[in-house]
């Protein structure tokens, strides 16, 4: 609807401008480590086709709609998590090693760290995914899989975001919002949003 449209590009707008006046001046200390939040990284992206691939990169956009902290965990600040793994030099090819993603969950203040690979064909896709502790690095929940046709990757994020936190909040994980309640159209607008800021282009937000 174009109220849920406007609810999300106005949380896109504040994102931005946290990003271009915040985040990138947080204290040099690591935040506190909260075993409620969960740090989402980019996910590796392999696949032959450029748009297909760079979905890895909205995941944890996609994590940040959903997971709110309503119903127990939320997640890290996707643009500092963002910035501490462009820092160490993470690409949708070439991901943080498993030491230094442990590091930016917990600079990042998250107990909890999720990292995925998205393997594309021009028909279908598969993401993959495993929930860590920090700074432990254990296993919480094993690797999740979930497939379909990659015009479907919002039902495809709720599948997996809903398998891989049912350790964690049991019954509760049916409570979370569903994403594919939104338009599409919402939910592109609020990746575009993401897009501008994570490209440093606040202006183009604050023109949407």
Known sequence: SAGVAIVLLAAGVWLAR??????????????????????????QSTG??????????????????????????RTADPVLVNQLWSLRGGTSETPPTDAEAIEIAAEAGAGRLVRGIVVCTEERMSISATL?????????????????PYEDYVSLADMLINRLLAGELGTDVERLPRLAENSPEAVQAYLRAWEAYRSGRGGVVDSL
């Not at 450029?50 to 127990?72: C, Q, S």
């Open 18 to 43: 946290s990003f271009i006046s915040g985040s990138a001046s947080q204290d040099e200390d690591a935040l506190a480590i909260d075993a409620g939040t969960i740090a989402v990284l980019p996910f």
């Open 48 to 73: 032959t086709s450029e748009a297909l691939r760079k979905f890895g990169g909205d995941i944890p956009v996609l994590f940040n709609m959903k997971v709110t902290g309503e119903y127990g965990p």
């Open 132 to 148: 860590y502790e920090v700074p432990s690095g254990r296993v919480r929940t094993r690797q999740t899989t979930v497939e379909g």
